[in-house]
Each structure stands twice: as C-alpha cells, then as structure tokens.
C-alpha cells in the first residue's frame, strides 16, 4: 500500500460543482502540502501544513480551501470548480523539509472541469 | 522574481551519458533537489545538495555551483526505464519549494 494515497484518483465535474479531493498517510509526518501541476510549469505550491493547527497559503490558494482533519488527513477542496482548474493535483508529506529534504508524493489526483 | 531554468525536452541513446542542467535565480538558498517523475506517477527524490561540488549516488550525479546559480543532474550508462522528467527544485530563504518546469528526457535505443 502506498504511504501517501490520494482519492479520488481521477474526477471529472462540471463548472461550479464543489469537489473535495483527500490525502492520507501513514509515514507520521507532520508536514503535509498540496500542489498542483500543469503541462510545461513547475509544481506550483496551493497550501500547505505544518501541523493540525497549523495551515499555510502557498503560491496560488485562490479558489481553494484545506483541511487538516489530524496529523494524518489533509483534504484540498474546490469550492466552486471553474475549466482552469484542470490540473494534476498532488499531496506530499515530509518529516520537515530542512531536515531531509525530502517529499513523499502521493499518486496523483487527476481533476477535469468542464 | 524567482526563475527556474532547465531545458524543456533532450533525447539521449541507451548506455550514453547525459546531462541535464538547472539554473536558477531566488531569493536565498537553502539547497537544491532533483527528483524523477514517470509519466503519470508522482516525482520521487533524487538528490539534495546544498553545498557546491559533486555528490555521486550510484548512476546518478549532480553537481552545484552557488555562485554560479547552477546544478546539473548526471546521468550514466542510460537505461530504458531512465526515460522521464526530471525536476530540478530550489529552497529559497523562506524555505519555500521553487520548482522548474521540467526536464523530459528520451531515452532511445
């Protein structure tokens, strides 16, 4: 089983519909990011936590939401779906990135909107 | 701004060697990474450097120049599974993640 699962894996929903897309894990990081990524730009940063009460906008929060549910959960919503969030969104978690320098992803959840 | 630059696409042949550079311009510098992504599949790390020089991990490279603004990824004895993007990411002084767009690379036998 994957450390880090996303689901769904892969939506398609209309304009406007309100999506919710989920990331748990099981490696006991604290940290937990969101990103998105989109055909020729880098991974660009939505939002990201630190800890359970601890909640962060990164590069481009605007017309998302989070939820850091426990030390384990942290869901990315939509509240209002628009075209030009089609995108691969990913979940990653570290142990604190000045430390490892590590990210773990998840697999990657894959949203259409029409 | 901060800027990210690595060359979009490279072709490479199987059992060559290639290199794949990263330059960037940020605000501060806390180290730089290199990870792999397949088509479809989440990035997974490579490497980390922070100070300059070479660090060596099996076939793999990658090499940093601060002064420079510079790094690049080496990769040997090229193999299949080898094709894939790889993404070149700094730290910057907030300890925010910069990442570049990307480098897909073909491996051909």
């Known amino acids: 089983d994957a450390d880090v699962t996303q689901t769904p894996r892969n939506r398609i929903t209309k304009t406007g519909k309100r999506i919710m897309l989920e990331c748990s894990q099981t490696k006991g990081h604290d940290r937990m990011y969101w990103y998105r990524q989109d055909p020729g730009l880098g991974l660009r940063l939505i939002y990201y936590s630190f800890d359970v009460k601890d909640i962060n906008k990164g590069e481009i929060s605007d017309g998302y939401s989070v939820s850091r549910q426990a030390q384990a959960k942290f869901s990315l919503s939509l509240e209002s779906a628009i075209p030009n969030q089609t995108a691969l969104y990913f979940c990653?978690?570290?142990?604190?990135?000045?430390?490892?320098?590590?990210?773990?992803f998840g697999e990657g959840s894959r949203l259409t909107v029409l | 701004g901060q800027n990210i630059d690595q060359p979009t696409e490279m072709t490479a042949t199987e059992g060559a060697i290639v290199q794949i550079n990263c330059t960037y311009q940020t605000s501060g510098f806390n180290g730089l990474f290199w990870y792999q992504q397949h088509a479809g599949e989440a990035p997974t790390f490579l490497s980390y450097?922070?100070l300059d020089g070479l660090e060596e991990k099996g076939r793999f490279s990658s090499f940093l120049s601060r002064s420079k603004g510079y790094s690049y990824l080496l990769l040997k004895e090229l193999q299949m599974k080898d094709s894939a993007s790889y993404l070149c990411a700094v730290l910057d002084s907030n300890y925010q993640l910069i990442w570049g767009a990307g480098t897909k690379l073909i491996i051909k036998p």
């Open positions: 990653a978690t570290s142990d604190g990135v000045r430390d490892t320098g590590e990210l773990f």
């Open positions: 450097n922070v």
